[in-house]
């Protein structure tokens, strides 16, 4: 039987296999199989011997329904991760030669009410590094809250991959910040990313102050968001500062620019397709609003 008269059982069988040999955690494996085989159960015995490339749109979109009737409904996240699940193996099996086409791709995201991430605009985070670097300049010459935020406002690493961040992590010569991982089913997280000359310089002065022998930042992330929220917000004007705030605005004005793609991006905030999806369309709705601001 060619390629295109596989049976919906044979395709998620091949998928399943497919799904083992990408780098991905065992969670996000088994929520895209788990949501896969749902659509199949809601299809019905019968289905699993039907070719796979009958299936269109339709079908996604009554699964939708059906699931969001169910007695127990499914929030707007749990519908919105079903749906990604569908567009990631229907994609692979149009890539695949399985389908002649992606039924998925038809099917758009609902538009999901949920409180979009706090982030910086240019002016509040220039604010921020202005009122870091006065702080790193007194007495104490503290210089944590300085290096902590331009590491996390340039390269969107979250706060747990900053503060496990290693002296050896950091490669000022070369400008790069190495993000390491020791699970193994992690490891797909591991990248390397570019910081400033200004960064650079403000991690050499921390390493002089401080003189750490492991970790970059030897206290706890309490410690750095007491003096970010106690120190430096109230300095540039802002309510509050935490590390989220921080990894959303580099995402944001990377996205805002447009120049990398969506497997450059996925990469480098270290998600998995499910954690790049949700986070591509948060970013898509902040710059939405932005727009609908500047022409009401």
């Known amino acids: 039987m060619g390629a295109l008269g596989v049976s919906l059982q044979e395709a998620v069988q091949a998928f399943a296999l497919h799904l083992t040999r990408r780098p991905l955690r065992e969670n996000t494996r088994k929520a895209f199989l788990g949501d896969v085989r749902l659509f199949v159960r809601f299809l019905g015995q019968d289905a699993l011997g039907r070719p796979v490339a009958t299936l269109r749109a ?9 699931e969001e009737r169910r007695r127990v409904a499914n929030s707007p996240k749990s519908l919105e991760r079903r749906l990604t699940s569908l567009k990631v193996f229907f994609k692979w099996l149009n890539e695949a030669g399985y389908i002649p086409s992606n039924p998925a791709e038809g099917v758009p995201y609902r538009p999901v009410v949920e409180p979009l991430p706090e982030y910086l605009s240019d002016a509040e985070l220039e604010a921020v590094i202005a009122a870091a670097e006065a702080f790193a300049a007194q007495a104490r010459h503290d210089t944590r809250p300085l290096a902590a935020i331009l590491l996390v406002a340039e390269t969107g690493i979250k706060k747990s991959e900053c503060l496990k961040l290693e002296v050896s992590d950091v490669d000022l010569g070369e400008g790069i910040v190495h993000v390491r991982y020791v699970e193994p089913s992690l490891k797909f997280k591991e990248r390397s990313l570019p910081i400033s000359r200004r960064c650079v310089r403000a991690v050499e002065a921390h390493l002089e102050r401080f003189k750490p022998h492991k970790r970059l930042f030897e206290c706890t992330g309490r410690n750095i968001e007491y003096l970010f929220n106690r120190r430096i917000a109230p300095a540039a004007g802002l309510r509050a500062l ?6 959303w605005t580099c995402a ?12 450059i991006m996925q990469h480098k905030y270290g998600l ?8 591509a369309a948060k970013l898509a709705r902040i710059l939405a609003a932005e727009q609908a601001q500047r022409h009401p």
């Open 242 to 247: 935490t590390f989220e705030m921080l990894r």
């Open 58 to 66: 339709e079908h996604i979109r009554n699964f939708l329904q059906h």
């Open 252 to 263: 944001v004005r990377e996205y805002r620019a447009g120049e990398q793609d969506d497997e």
């Open 272 to 279: 998995s397709p499910i954690g790049w999806s949700e986070m």
